[in-house]
């Protein structure tokens, strides 16, 4: 039997059972970067298979990882290095107000304009509106008011007093104090505003109707003769209220014998 197997050695055979013997003695050990992903079954590892700190940055393609693999809780401040989210990688509406603690955001976390009057609640909807301990004191200057911004509803009783108001600040409609003076021909030379005249009749009948713009039912007219100019001529005159308008009064002069004429006169409304 032996002479049979020695008759069949070779020395391609003997070559070839000591490289295997070799390889065997190695432990079938791979070289260095011969396994790569695709020696890798999809899915095949976890996370346990890879040590702390093993998956850095740069072996990770770009979009690789996006919000579906990664758990709610499970990316902590000290893993997300400074500036590394931006705007740019927030979806509009994806912060909602339950995802900011107390003072998760402030005033240096804001650029200038970021907040706009649409991003603010109305006052009528649950949570909405500004409060005063949402505001820093003198946070709201004049610049940020509009015209007519402010209601009478939205200011507190008593809240403005006459440190509050510029030296004559106000107007006379402001105050509730209209005036007008009109000359003898029925021309208005100077009045609080708003202010028209009518002659009513003839020349010489010393009749005028003069309209405030405003209802002033509840508001009380006085007139004295006098116009804008130097001198006045003597007379008289009264004033009621005007029939069939809401917003004017009645005036008639006179000499001083009671005669119609037309006569310059000052006009005041106290409301």
């Known amino acids: 039997m032996f002479g049979r197997f020695r008759s069949r050695l070779t020395y391609a055979n003997v070559v070839s059972s000591i490289a ?17 992903s695709s020696d890798v079954i999809n899915e095949s590892l976890l996370s346990e298979d890879f040590k702390d700190g093993e998956v850095k940055t740069s072996d990770l393609k770009n979009s690789s990882v996006t919000s579906l693999k990664i758990n ?15 705007a740019s990688k927030i979806l509009d509406g994806a912060v909602g107000s339950a995802d900011l603690g107390d003072g998760a955001v402030g005033q240096n976390k804001v650029q200038d304009g970021a907040i706009t009057s649409s991003k603010v609640l109305d006052d009528n909807q649950a949570g909405g509106g500004l409060g005063p301990s949402d505001l820093a004191t003198n946070a709201v200057g004049q610049a940020e008011i509009a015209t007519d911004g402010v209601a009478a509803t939205e200011i507190q009783n008593d809240s403005v007093d006459a440190g509050e108001i510029v030296d004559f600040g106000l107007t006379n409609q402001d105050i509730g104090v209209l005036f007008a003076e ?8 100077a009045s609080s505003g708003s202010v028209t005249v009518a002659r009513i009749g003839a020349a010489g009948s010393g009749q005028y ?11 009380t007219a006085v007139a004295t003769l006098g116009g804008s100019g130097a001198g006045t001529a003597l007379g008289e005159v009264n004033v009621a209220d005007r029939a069939g308008n809401t917003e004017a009064v009645f005036v008639d002069t006179n000499t001083s014998a009671g005669a119609a004429a037309d006569r310059a006169f000052r006009l005041v409304v106290v409301c």
């Open 20 to 36: 295997l013997f070799a390889a065997l003695g190695t432990g079938g050990a791979y070289a260095a970067d011969t396994i790569g």
């Open 72 to 86: 709610n809780g499970s990316v902590l401040n000290a893993e997300i290095a400074a500036n590394a989210v931006d």
């Open 182 to 189: 009109v000359a003898a021909a029925g021309t208005l030379d």
């Open 209 to 219: 109707e003069v309209d405030f713009g405003r209802n002033i039912v509840a508001c």
